[in-house]
């Protein structure tokens, strides 16, 4: 079974940045992709990117495209998710979530981190 475990979240300025950290262990991982999703309050959770994790391709959301960066430490299983020029609906509760080799979707996820962009 994998633990995703989210840090960096807190408060923003409109205009400012966040980088969000995702670290995976267990027992057996065979990272396929690594994903970001987000959840504010009384909406659905939504995609906001997600990266493959061999060969490093990133696909975004358009709402966050050019503005965040999904980047991985060179070895073990750490995703960061960079958000730059942060506006106040990027206000949500972060995921990291995993997608092993061989699943069809996302099946781990983690506890989430609060973002809260506000002047």
């Known amino acids: 079974q994998v633990q995703l475990t989210e840090s960096g979240g807190g408060l923003a300025q409109p205009g400012g940045s966040l980088r969000l950290s995702c670290s995976a262990s267990g027992r057996t991982i065979r990272n396929y992709a690594m994903g970001w999703f987000r959840q504010a309050p009384g909406k659905e959770r939504e995609f906001v990117g997600a990266?493959?994790?061999?060969?490093?391709?990133?696909t975004y959301a358009d709402s966050v495209k050019d503005r965040f960066t999904i980047s991985r430490e060179k070895v073990g299983n750490t995703v960061y998710l960079q958000m730059n020029r942060l506006k106040p609906e990027d206000t949500a509760t972060y995921y990291c979530a995993m997608q092993q080799v061989g699943a069809s979707g996302f099946g781990s996820w983690g506890q989430g981190t609060q973002v809260f962009v506000s002047s």
């Open positions: 990266m493959r994790w061999g060969g490093g391709g990133t």
